[in-house]
T-cell receptor, first 112, second 115 residues
């Protein structure tokens, strides 16, 4: 299974944009790129996913490189509530189902 | 609130014991997934059920088993518990489980402490 690489931690000021990078150099043509985040003491929460084109939703934007070997999650205006661990995931095919292969993620600190 | 419920919230038990964790998926979701989160291993996929049938198996120990009932709730059974089984156990659900881009909705987790 293809793996992802993320920085261990990043820091941002409140109300500024945050760019969270992810490398996935062994991605295959059918792998979707998923982002989840985990707020302290909570279960993971879906953020966004994409295949080839950039994607936007109410929470964030996902910019995917043309060769798909990397992607960037963009939080347009970080708030204190965005402090969490962000996971970049390539969904695993397991038997006849699918699972999320969580790595270590990036711990995002947002300071006032 | 994701709509996924898990009970109990906390569980404290002794080594060698057996426990059952319960999960109710979001209304309409057919797939249930179980994940284990420990400090040293991170979040690891255990098992997936789709409409009552086992669909995918991950790093699940033989001492652990799961099932999904006709009303689609799921139970994760952990037996012969060891200290190393202490972890947060998350359940997630999705509409299907047959599509690679289905979003998974996670419950709040059950914190298991084995003493």
């Amino acid at each position: 299974d293809a793996k992802t690489t993320q920085p261990n931690s990043m820091e941002s000021n409140e109300e500024e944009p945050v760019h969270l990078p992810c490398n996935h150099s062994t991605i295959s043509g059918t792998d979707y790129i998923h982002w989840y985040r985990q707020l302290p003491s909570q279960g993971p929460e879906y953020v966004i996913h994409g295949l080839t084109s950039n994607v936007n939703n109410r929470m964030a934007s996902l910019a995917i490189a043309e060769d798909r070997k990397s992607s960037t999650l963009i939080l347009h205006r970080a708030t204190l509530r965005d402090a969490a661990v962000y996971y970049c995931i390539l969904k695993m095919v397991v038997n006849s189902g699918y699972a999320l292969n969580f790595g270590k993620g990036t711990s995002l600190l947002v300071t006032p | 609130d994701s709509g996924v419920t898990q009970t109990p919230k906390h569980l404290i038990t002794a080594t060698g014991q057996r426990v059952t964790l319960r999960c109710s998926p979001r209304s309409g979701d057919l797939s249930v997934y179980w994940y284990q989160q420990s400090l040293d291993q991170g979040l690891q996929f255990l098992i997936q059920y789709y409409n009552g049938e086992e669909r995918a198996k991950g790093n699940i120990l033989e001492r652990f088993s799961a099932q999904q009932f006709p009303d689609l709730h799921s139970e994760l059974n952990l037996s012969s518990l060891e200290l190393g089984d202490s972890a947060l156990y998350f359940c997630a659900s999705s509409v299907a489980g047959t599509s690679i881009d289905n979003e998974q909705f996670f419950g709040p987790g059950t914190r298991l402490t084995v003493l």
